[in-house]
């Protein structure tokens, strides 16, 4: 059994395309063609420079000396806030542009919640001298002033999402009606893991350079490539497919995603998918999702705009509804708690999502000589203010 | 025969008018049912709301959400539908998004929908592929016929495919867009029309998208069996609430 997705789009009974019509041919296209044009030579050699000289690759595999002394294991931290404009999403940005020049197509949308695949799209868009136009909820554009302010130095325009709640559920709807509205010239860059096949495929693959370099990594460290574990914080899931990927179907590499609390579980304000959702249609792809009994989909919570998507990517569905993952969730307060940690113990500051993944070993035990990796997905200056209102720095 | 059916063979063309469930108030369910066939629609689409209708433009949106905070649920709208059989002959076409419909249970929800007298069902998310493997067959059991929409992106291939599929009509979507986002009909979408006319299908083709008046009926219906108002309608409903149906109507197409 493998855990990657299959030739119809699905992990296990998660995935697919659940799409209007008038989203087919777009889809189609996309689906009959990334994978060839992913194997081109001048595609890959293209990917690989940029993601060299560009992003900053390969990130460190730093061994966290301190961290790992005070929770009794030996942690390693993949450096993807090194990269370029401060995470992981840069990696996925980079590759869907290239996509899209391949495809043809001469005009960029997408969607965002906090603003960090916002500014890596605009970025990328910028590179590449393509327009680019950017749904984000009018609420996140109030809350994530400076990142809209990134955006529109990039050159994007960036467009309220009015409808709904308002957030990030809402711009994703609005972004895929743009792509109703215009399907012949424009290419959508999905930021995550989920969306109807191939997206979630084709973002995991992109996002994949981090699991390849950990191996290579843990070759010259340890002398072995697989760790014991691989943690990470799942949103929609991104940074986490893109560190599991190459030991999805590796029973010896323990698996953990870490969702995000909120509140606490049962608070009412939470956006622990896998604990309170339920197998329903989000975004054209079958997966797990909040949702009301009547199927109305919900408004999650997290001090971390980055994991308040009420879905999960259809690939973390599964890795739940098998078994294949742990999955923990942590509160807004032990995540608070584990960033500010790793920036005393380690001078380094994380972003709120990654600090959910730091929080757990307060309570999740590693034998001595585990190998334990954390995907630290992105860093924390644009969670500065988050930081600073909380601990009342 | 299922009465979408028996509706299609009538020798004129056919208005099809949607409106959302629990929209403006949470019970006018039945009086726009009641006042549009009495005033000579053809084909009723009742609209289950959904919070995140990614097909829909900012009209059919608003409705949706307002209803969603007036109370509906699917639930609720099949106890509204109790005994409208009772009332109207009309043929009555639920449409909503599959995420409700999977959450009530599909098998239930399509059972429900006999029950109460329901013709057909449009669910703009479920593809006619996994529709075709999975569904079709439970479906007709229960009497639904599923329609299909196609687009100017559509390719000739794919058509024949869903008029294979298919039994009723085709919803055949003016342009590429979401709903209520046109005005007028270009030369594009007249070529667009003559292909798909030329394609000599089974099933007749109701246009929907675009049309709000008599003129865009027409304009539509020289083309197609049927024409289909959705955001002009919701218009009506928000500024008039269900008073002066039948002036809404008659605008379209006087009664015969």
């Known amino acids: ?393 | 025969m299922n009465r979408i059916n028996k509706k299609l063979q009538v020798d004129q063309k056919l208005l099809s008018i949607y409106f959302t469930a629990g929209y403006p108030d949470i019970n006018d369910t039945e009086k726009i049912i009641v006042d549009l066939e009495k005033n000579g629609v053809d084909f009723i689409e009742i609209g289950l709301p959904f919070s995140d209708p990614l097909a829909d433009g900012p009209t059919i949106q608003e409705s949706s959400t307002r209803a969603l905070k007036n109370g509906m649920t699917t639930e609720k709208l099949f106890q509204q539908l109790e005994g409208i059989r009772d009332k109207v002959e009309i043929p009555l076409i639920i449409m909503g998004y599959f995420n409700p419909i999977l959450q009530y249970g599909v098998e239930a929800f399509c059972r429900k929908c006999q029950e109460t007298g329901i013709d057909g069902l449009i669910i703009p998310d479920l593809p006619v592929d996994v529709y075709h493997e999975h569904y079709k067959q439970l479906f007709e059991e229960y009497g639904l016929i599923n329609i299909f929409l196609i687009t100017p992106q559509t390719s000739n291939d794919r058509i024949r495919f869903i008029d294979s599929v298919s039994d009723g009509f085709i919803y055949m979507v003016s342009s590429a867009s979401v709903t209520g986002s046109t005005s007028g009909f270009g030369e594009n979408t007249k070529a667009y029309f003559k292909r798909i006319n030329e394609l000599k299908l089974k099933n007749p083709q109701i246009v929907g998208f675009g049309i709000k008046d008599k003129e865009t009926f027409d304009q539509a219906t020289q083309y197609a069996k049927g024409a289909i108002i959705g955001s002009a309608f919701i218009k009506h409903l928000n500024e008039n609430g269900t008073a002066n149906i039948k002036g809404f109507v008659q605008n379209v197409k006087a009664l015969t």
Request: proline share 4%.
């Open chain 1, 1 to 393: 059994m493998s855990y990657q997705v299959d030739e119809k789009g699905y992990y296990g009974e998660f995935g697919g395309a659940y799409i209007p019509e008038m989203l087919y041919p777009n889809v189609e296209e996309l689906r009959s063609r990334y994978l060839n044009i992913m194997k081109e030579e001048s595609f890959q050699k293209e990917f690989k420079e940029l993601l060299k000289e560009y992003v900053g690759r390969p990130t460190p595999l730093y061994y966290a000396k301190r961290f790992s002394e005070k929770y009794g294991t030996k942690v390693y931290l993949k450096r993807e806030d090194l990269c370029h404009t401060g995470a992981h999403k840069v990696n996925n940005t980079i590759g869907q542009i290239l996509m899209a020049q391949k495809l043809g197509k001469k005009r960029i949308i997408a969607e965002t919640g906090a603003g960090q695949h916002g500014v890596a799209t605009a970025t990328v868009c910028a590179l590449m001298g393509m327009e680019c136009i950017v749904y984000m909820g009018e609420i996140d554009i109030d809350r994530q002033a400076p990142n809209v302010a990134r955006m529109k130095m990039l050159g994007a325009t960036v467009v309220p999402a009015k409808s709904g709640s308002r957030t990030l559920k809402d711009a994703t709807n609005e972004a895929i009606r743009d792509w109703i509205n215009n399907p012949v010239d424009t290419h959508y860059i999905i930021g995550s893991v989920v969306g109807p096949h191939p997206y979630p495929d084709m973002v995991a693959r992109f996002q994949a350079v981090i699991s390849e370099e950990i191996k290579n990594q843990l070759k010259e460290k340890e002398g072995k490539e697989d760790p014991d574990f691989v943690v990470a914080c799942v949103g929609g899931g991104s940074n986490a497919a893109g560190a599991y990927y190459h030991y999805l179907d590796n029973p010896d590499v323990g698996i953990i995603a870490v969702e995000a609390a909120g509140k606490g579980v049962d608070s009412g304000e939470s956006a622990a998918t896998s604990a309170l959702g339920k197998a329903g249609i989000i975004h054209g792809s079958k997966t797990l999702l909040m949702q009301t009994g009547d199927g109305q989909i919900t408004e999650p919570y997290s001090i971390s705009a980055g994991l308040d998507y009420p879905g999960v990517g259809p690939m973390h569905a599964n890795l739940y509804a098998s078994g294949r993952g742990e999955f923990i969730s942590i509160t807004d307060e032990d995540a608070m708690k584990a960033g500010l940690e790793l920036a005393k113990l380690e001078g380094i500051i994380p972003a709120i999502e990654t600090s959910h993944a730091l929080a757990i070993f307060e309570t999740r035990k590693f034998e001595k000589d585990d190998i334990v990796i954390v995907n630290l997905s992105g860093r924390g200056d644009k969670d500065l203010n988050t930081y600073i209102e909380y601990f009342n720095l």
